[in-house]
């Protein structure tokens, strides 16, 4: 009888993977895959007709003009040996078959696949509005290309529409520019979806002092053009009106799951169900053996956040969770991995690098425990129930290694800091997140739940 390592010898040498997701997750896990000893068959599918590139620049460096657009390529640790299939998206997952459907009638048959295909930009909701020229999205390298030469030509003001990471780091760039710029953001401050009230306040402060137009609690009704199909005008809900000639639509990501509507995989609004080794669960809450998840569009559950689902959209979390795939993909139930790291994330805007760790969503407690609010340089805490879940710092990155430790022994909330920059009246407060709409906008990291298989899953079409 042919043993189950046998097996796996064999599979590792002859055996066909398939990874849907031609970025960062995807070309990782792909590197990892060879270095883990696997030399069969390995199908690259993205649905962009470029070479696999770094996003979170596109934001920062490409709309400055310190880094050319096609100058993001993400750079290969080895050669992978494998076939590119670029510029067709998938269209389905057929499980029955081991097949990948691809948009352009192919199919691709498999033994095992990783699923990393992350978000895409939440685009304008009325399609001649989004259509206007100057209105924009920033997701691909086109976008911030198009961008950057809409900044450089010098617009008499600049409208964004949301001010959570992507918004507020192009605002920032605004400034720096001397671009007279207007930030609508339909929550009560910036960053509230994923830092919560207090720091959404802090972040408010900060960019009025540089000159931002910021109008919160409103909304953006109507994008207005001219009659050549320019972006002119926009209405807000306040009855207000602002003139422009570029806007930018930051209003979160819409994971790219709708090609697996039909596959009965655990999918939803906030990406693909999978275990903590990255394998994914079907519709019933049951792990899959062959089916893979990593990156932005993954959706696991954590053990030090009481094992609650949590999506991320954070750039070491996708090399981490793409290291744990392809690990365990090629290995035995007894040596696989599970994805335990503490998630952190970081943000420059108006001169201050914010940086995170841990899951600040998942808090109900906020305190400021170091340093001066006044001078944008402090550290604050979350906790829940008592123990530290989060630490965000603005100018003091130096600690959040301290923090980690914190989180990950389940330090008691207010965390004990023998340290001489405690703020003499720092006192912990509610850290009052906004409801669902706008975390889907804002957060980079969210608490989604306890279960897998929940009925609202299955009724989901995006």
């Known amino acids: 009888m042919t043993s189950r390592a046998e097996v796996l010898q064999a599979f590792k040498r002859d055996g066909r993977i398939a990874i849907v997701g031609a970025s960062l997750a995807g070309l990782r896990t792909a590197e990892a895959l060879r270095d883990e000893g696997f ?56 499980l029955a078959k081991y097949v990948v459907r691809l948009a352009d009638g192919q199919e691709v048959p498999f033994d095992r696949v990783l699923i990393s295909t992350g978000v895409r930009a939440r685009p304008w909701p009325v399609e001649a509005e989004a259509a206007l020229d100057g209105v924009f999205v920033v997701r691909t390298r086109e976008d911030a290309d198009g961008l950057r030469r809409a900044l450089a030509a010098g617009p008499r003001r600049v409208l964004i529409i949301g001010a959570g990471f992507t918004g507020s780091e192009i605002a920032s760039i605004c400034r720096e520019r001397d671009i007279p710029v207007t930030v609508a953001e339909l929550g009560p401050a910036p960053l ?23 109008r919160c609690g409103v909304k953006v009704t109507q994008l207005e053009g001219d009659e050549q199909g320019r972006f002119r005008r926009a209405h807000f809900s306040d009855g207000g009106s602002v003139d422009a000639d570029v806007a ?13 509507r039909d596959s009965g995989l655990a999918i939803g609004p906030w990406g693909v169900a999978c275990d903590s080794g990255c394998r994914a669960f079907d519709l019933n809450g049951l792990v899959t053996d062959d089916i893979f998840v990593a990156g932005d569009v993954a959706r696991c559950p954590h053990p030090i ?31 696989r991995w599970p994805h335990l790291s503490i998630p952190a994330f970081w943000s420059i805007q108006f001169g201050v690098n914010i940086k995170s760790v841990g899951v600040p969503t998942f808090a109900d407690e906020v305190m400021v425990t170091q340093g001066s609010v006044s001078d944008r340089r402090f550290v604050a805490a979350y906790g829940y129930k008592g123990r530290v879940t989060a630490a965000v710092s603005f100018n003091n990155a130096k600690w959040l290694d301290h923090y980690r430790t914190l989180i990950e022994a389940a330090a008691p909330f207010p965390p004990p800091l023998p340290t001489p920059d405690q703020p003499a009246d720092a006192k912990p407060m509610p850290v009052d997140f906004p409801g669902p709409l706008l975390l889907s906008q804002d957060a980079t990291v969210v608490v989604t739940g306890h279960d897998p298989s929940e009925r609202r899953v299955t009724a989901v079409r995006l």
């Open 39 to 94: 030399t069969g068959s390995l199908t690259m599918i993205g649905d962009e007709a470029g070479e696999p590139y770094d996003r979170p620049p596109l934001s920062k460096q490409v709309l400055t003009g310190w880094v050319p657009a096609e100058g993001t390529t993400l750079p290969r640790r080895r050669e992978i040996d494998a076939q590119w299939l670029l510029g067709v998206p998938a269209s389905g997952l057929d």
């Open 192 to 214: 509230v979806g994923a830092l919560g009230a207090m720091i959404g306040e802090i972040a408010a402060d900060m960019q009025r002092a540089h000159g931002v137009d910021l």
């Open 248 to 260: 930018v639509v930051a209003l979160g990501g819409i994971r790219n799951t709708e090609w697996l």
């Open 305 to 335: 956040y009481e094992y609650r689902f949590i999506s991320l959209e954070h750039w070491a979390n996708a090399v981490e969770q793409a290291q744990i795939a392809a690990h365990n993909m090629v290995n035995l139930q007894a040596d």
